[in-house]
């Protein structure tokens, strides 16, 4: 029998990013016992890399926003496959959740009369992101965190969770091991939220850093749960390319909210090229109009720079491929021109934009306020994740919740960007509120000990093979090489048939992976035990995008490179068989209310 | 002048080994590129010499503030290292931050930090400015704070202050870091606590010598001694020393402190 710690919480939250940090804050709330599990220290997860800001329709500076606007926004955003019923309480809600966040200790940029600012940002109709210079998620995990720490909680920093425990149909607690000492730690709850955010590591080129290993998709696959929108994928369009080592880390949209401009290398706004029909009326026909909308004007529309990311993204690849790139293969994103319309030009690029300023000028030795930056796309988001209710978080596995980027269902076939942080703090409240209601009508229940024995033999099994196994680090690039040629920005069946077969093998290899050294502190290890959340996810994106054979919104391919509108009804899902392989399904989208269609109606 | 990166193509690293009861600096040569800094020198290493090489990091971007080591003696970010900043025509020395106890390799036990700031009183705003909730607030204000809430909590002021480092003094004291944490505390408009008393009698704040070490290592560039401590130090003075002013505060019937 393997040796464990055992914990007791009423509620475990897996995940310290602000949706887990919102979910153990309103758990706690509720009069529960909470432990919280971050798999780094607590405070770095990677919401502290969220650059532009929180999405909340405020009216702070636009008094024509409200959240019906912001709705509708969301719904066109993710192309109309979204749960409208989260959109709905997202937009609703956000506003709430931010003013609470001032209340914390949070500090806003200022409007001129004082109210917390907002600027403009990608598919948003109005300036409707709070925001504090472009280090907004820093803001908002340490306030979260700074909070948590005087509410009770309990906190397992460094710990990695490996499966969720059940007993009968419902979660009943969680197994992992920490870091440290490499122990193995078992904790007994009545409800688990899952917050582990996202997926990035599947492929080569990504904004995330080594966590986003899909352990919350995988471990609600593992233990029943359906995921849902697994085939879209937020290619971010403006990752750092140059030099090789910074390739994927992100360039916030805010340098376009500001006034930004992408360019070929014959110098041409190419943006302006490729406008999408929905979008039409509410673009700028001209330079001097784009313009005038980052600077405030409210009769101009916005620039085409500030259209959808999935779209930007492509327009990008485009460029590229037909030899209109940057000289490292990317296009050029332009701030420095601004210096030619405002006054002080340099001044306030470095105030709105600090840490891109230090992050171009110690890790490229460019000057984002002389130069034009080279940037291209990056993998930045999953919309897809753990099927929830809207209200409550749940997922159909009784007892386990999710929130944040590892849930799925606000987003649709695509994200707007400040849309991630309310999302976070709207629903990391919702499943932490539910989490602990729930926890409180059931009795506790023991996990089954045969359960954990297997998953702790498995977990020490790359120490058994050694060094002489095939090392961690080489089949993960090898899956990240994979996923990023086969299973990317543009994808075909062909391909996506090849890289199913890459899966196969790739998931051999992973089984003859062996480590040297002992448990404590040992990223190897740790590397090893990530390695088949990575292949489930994978096979989870790649079997889907296989299955919509249309094009919308982070899913593109040039076999289906329209939108289909009889895939406009349903939802890819997936789950795990009876016979342990990956099914697809569909789910149909429910009727939205008549006033919900009323809202998007009018605001076309 | 020394070879930069551009033109190496491999290059050495001396890096510490071990945990708290033994260890040595081991060798280790990889290849660089243009642009490399040095975590992609340890992932370099970890990846296809040593996969069991403790070390913390997120984000590689500087926000996050995981990856603190003393690279050649230095406190730094790994990630924010350029190599062709170092001389890389003789050994690249990385070590862990001495000021705390190693757990392995390149990572430190920096949990002291997690609870020495639980000890300093949360965030307690004024009642809302206005009937829904909200506070004004004039932009100069905000960023006053914003200097201090821009640290990542790396840690590396903690690293290099003498009373932490050398002293030891880890009970009495809770350094520069939680020292910038009160000051965005107390120079919060919005905020009605006041730590005075306790920053002096259990925070330690007259251990402060105002050396500036920690302002020299923040990768932030926060100006801690003069933005945070100092300004600390004098409303400890104020408050607490000056007669005139107690006397003031006693006709007035003053906060406190």
């Known amino acids: 029998m393997p040796e464990y710690q055992t914990h007791e919480h009423d509620v475990l939250v897996v995940g310290a990013g602000g949706a887990g940090l919102r979910a153990a804050i309103e758990a706690a709330a509720g009069g529960v016992s909470v432990g919280l599990v971050c798999k780094s220290l607590l405070g770095k997860a990677h919401t502290v890399m969220a650059e532009g800001g929180i999405a909340a329709a405020l009216a702070n500076v636009d008094d024509r926003d409200t959240w019906k606007v912001h709705f509708s926004d969301t719904m066109r955003g993710g192309q109309y496959v979204n749960n409208w019923r989260m959109a709905e309480l997202h937009a609703k809600e956000s506003p709430d959740r931010v003013r609470e966040l001032e209340a914390w200790g949070a500090m806003f940029d200022r409007t001129k009369d004082g109210k917390i600012l907002q600027r403009n940002f990608g598919g948003h109709r109005y300036p409707r992101l709070a925001h504090v210079g472009d280090r907004t998620g820093l803001e908002l995990i340490r306030t979260l965190q700074d909070h948590v720490i005087h509410q009770g909680v309990d906190v397992h920093m460094e710990c990695t969770i490996l499966s969720l425990l059940k007993d009968g149909d419902r979660v009943v607690g969680a197994f992992g091991y920490e870091r440290e000492r490499g122990r193995f730690k078992v904790f007994k709850a009545k409800a688990v939220v899952l917050a582990t955010g996202g997926i990035g590591r599947a492929y080569k080129i990504t904004s995330n850093s080594w966590e986003y290993t899909g352990d919350g998709h995988t471990l609600a696959y593992d233990a029943g749960a359906d995921l849902i929108d697994m085939e879209f994928v937020q290619f971010h369009p403006t990752g750092m390319i140059w030099p090789p080592s910074v390739r994927g880390i992100l360039v916030t949209e805010a340098v376009r909210g500001e006034g930004g401009v992408l360019k070929n290398s014959e110098g041409r706004r190419f943006m302006f090229d490729d406008i999408p029909e929905n979008y039409r009326a509410q673009t700028a026909d001209t330079e001097e109009e784009g313009w005038r909308y980052t600077q405030g004007d409210k009769a101009a529309r916005r620039p085409p720079e500030l259209l959808t990311r999935d779209h930007v993204s492509r327009c990008i690849m485009r460029e590229v491929k037909a030899g209109r790139g940057s000289p490292h293969g990317g296009v050029f994103l332009d701030i420095a021109w601004i210096k030619s319309r405002i006054a002080n030009g340099a001044e306030h690029i470095k105030k709105k934009l600090p840490s891109m300023y230090h992050q171009f000028k110690q890790l490229a030795d460019l000057d984002i306020t002389e130069e034009p930056m080279e940037v291209g796309p990056t993998t930045h988001y999953i919309m897809g994740g753990v099927r929830v209710d809207a209200d409550t978080q749940m997922s159909n596995v009784p007892g386990l919740f999710a929130a944040g980027e590892c849930a799925a269902g606000i987003n649709g076939a695509n994200r707007l960007g400040g849309n991630s942080l309310s999302d976070i703090i709207v629903f990391g409240k919702r499943a932490g509120e539910f989490a602990a209601a729930y926890a409180k009508t059931v009795r506790r229940a023991d996990p089954n000990p045969q359960q954990i024995e297997i998953v702790a033999h498995r977990a020490l099994e790359p120490f058994e093979r050694g060094t002489a196994g095939e090392g961690p680090y080489q089949v993960q690039d090898a899956l990240q090489a994979m996923m990023q040629d086969l299973v990317g920005i543009v994808r075909n069946e062909p391909e996506m048939r090849q890289a199913l077969d890459g899966l196969q093998a790739l998931r051999a290899r992973a089984g003859r992976v062996g480590v040297g050294g002992h448990r404590e502190y040992n990223p190897g290890w740790h590397a090893a035990l990530d390695l088949p959340n990575l292949l489930t996810v994978s096979e989870a994106i790649t079997r889907c995008a296989i299955e919509r054979k249309e094009s919308r919104g982070g899913h593109f391919r040039d076999d289906y490179p329209d939108k289909e509108k009889s895939y406009a009804t349903f939802n890819f899902i997936v789950r795990k068989g009876g016979d342990g392989a990956m099914e697809v399904a569909r789910a149909a989208i429910p009727e939205m209310p008549a006033e919900l269609k009323q809202i998007i109606e009018e605001m076309k | ?257």
């Not at chain 2, 984000?59 to 790994?78: D, F, I, T, W, Y």
């Not at chain 2, 070590?95 to 020495?116: C, G, H, K, Y």
């Open chain 2, 1 to 257: 002048m020394a070879p930069s990166a551009t033109s190496a193509t491999s290059a050495t690293f001396r890096v510490w080994r071990g945990d708290a009861e033994r260890g040595e600096f081991r060798d280790y040569t990889t290849d660089v590129s243009e642009g490399m800094v040095v975590l992609d020198a340890v992932h370099s290493i970890q990846a296809g010499q040593a996969n069991d090489l403790a070390v913390r990091w997120n984000c590689k971007a500087g926000k996050c503030g995981s990856c603190s080591a003393e690279v050649n003696g230095n406190p730094r970010l790994m990630c924010m290292t350029r190599l062709n900043q170092l001389d890389l025509s003789k050994p690249v020395t990385i070590e862990p931050m001495r000021a705390f106890p190693l757990i392995r390799d390149l990572v430190t036990d920096v949990s002291w930090n997690f609870q020495a700031k639980q000890g300093i009183r949360k965030f307690k705003p004024r009642p809302a400015d206005s009937p829904d909730g909200t506070w004004r607030m004039a932009q100069v204000d905000v960023e006053r704070v914003q200097e201090f809430r821009k640290c990542i909590e790396c840690f590396l002021c903690q690293d290099v202050c003498h009373v932490l480092r050398d002293h030891q003094m880890f009970d009495a004291f809770v350094g520069p870091r939680h020292l910038v944490y009160a000051a965005a505390l107390e120079m919060n408009p919005l905020d009605t606590h006041n730590r005075t008393r306790a920053l002096k009698q259990d925070r330690g704040i007259g251990y402060c010598n105002i050396t500036k070490c920690c302002t020299k290592v923040c990768p932030e560039g926060i100006t801690i001694t003069d933005n945070a401590i100092i300004p600390l130090k004098e409303r400890v003075i104020d408050q607490l020393y000056d007669p005139i002013a107690k006397v003031f505060r006693a006709l007035r019937g003053g906060r406190h402190v």
